[in-house]
């Protein structure tokens, strides 16, 4: 069994700043590449940024130069820098990776969300 745990979500003021963090655990072969996605209310979900094993990273035009993504590959972890926050970035940040489970195929697995709300 997979699980992706996020942290880190909360309440910020308009320019302030926050960092997600998810830990992928549970029975890996190796994973191929970790990232998050966001869906605000009445939206569909969009790819926020993510990161290659090569580190290779892609991120949505609208955070580039304000939000880094980074990975740390030995503790299977993925964080989210976020900077310079504005009110349209708030959503339900979720964790995304692309990974091989001992026992099975190679799939996508999500965490359970975490709320960003940026708001004076």
């Not at 035009?61 to 993925?78: E, H, L």
């Not at 970035?89 to 965490?111: E, F, I, K």
């Amino acid at each position: 069994q997979v699980q992706l745990v996020e942290s880190g979500g909360g309440l910020v003021q308009p320019g302030g700043s926050l960092r997600l963090s998810c830990v992928a655990s549970g029975s890996i072969f190796s994973i191929n590449a970790m990232g998050w996605y966001r869906q605000a209310p009445g939206k569909q979900r969009e790819l926020v940024a993510t990161i290659t094993s090569g580190v290779g990273t892609n991120y949505l035009d609208s955070v580039k130069g304000r939000f880094t993504i980074s990975r740390d590959n030995a503790k299977n972890t993925v964080d989210l820098q976020m900077n310079s926050l504005k009110p349209e970035d708030t959503a339900v940040y979720y964790c995304w990776s692309l990974l091989v489970p001992v026992r099975g195929a190679l799939r996508n697995y999500w965490g359970q969300g975490t709320q960003v709300t940026v708001s004076s």
